[in-house]
């Protein structure tokens, strides 16, 4: 049975989120307030649909109740933003995704009950940020204000060591939970593994013990 989704707010995020859902095979429900914006997204969204969402009789009208996660991705407009929220509460939407544009906004959402709240262009930001700071990091991933998730590059200073030899865990705070090597991905290696150069080490821990091992690791 396939997963069935509502977007609200149908800008650059909102779009690429419905694209990528249609790409997953789950059926969408688009809606944004502008006929224009609605009429793009016609022959992609399972149903695109124009509705001005701080009205609850036209959301209730659609049965969203019935869809299981409704993404709210509207753009600069936060009382729109925070009412929806709210009426999508009132109608008993199980799960809500919203869009925050600050951290007051966030503040806001979810006193009023949102499921999650994301930031892309502050966590986008931040991977880019990353990414530029170290030739190592190939990727990241924020898990919470302290703690992540990166995707670095193995150089020649680790290749032939095991994991067991390097001692990582012990010595700088952080887990090895896979290495990618080439098209094969390594879960929970084991401590005889050893590293090769170019391995993608998958390493979750503290932004501090994380960059304190990409400093004296890599390096």
Known sequence: ??????????????????????????????????????????NIA????????????????????????????????????ILTTLILKEIGVSRITVKAQNDYHEKVLRKIGADQVVHPERDMGKRIANNLVSNNILDYLELSDEYSIVEIQANDHLAGSSLIDLDIRAKFGVNIV?????????????????????????????DLDIHRFERKALH
């Open 1 to 42: 049975m396939k997963k069935e989704f509502v977007v609200i707010g149908l800008g650059r995020f909102g779009g690429s989120i419905v694209k990528e859902l249609i790409e997953l095979e789950a059926d969408v429900m688009a809606i944004d307030k502008s006929q224009e914006r609605v009429d793009e997204f016609a």
């Open 46 to 81: 399972t149903q695109a649909v124009a509705v001005d969402t701080t009205d609850e009789a036209a959301l209730r009208s659609l049965g969203i109740r019935n869809f299981e996660h409704v993404v709210i991705a509207i753009g600069e407009n936060i009382q729109a933003s």
């Open 178 to 206: 896979a290495i990618k090597r080439g098209t094969h991905i390594l879960v929970s290696p084991q401590a005889i593994e050893q590293i090769e150069v170019n391995d993608i080490l998958i390493v979750i821990g503290s």
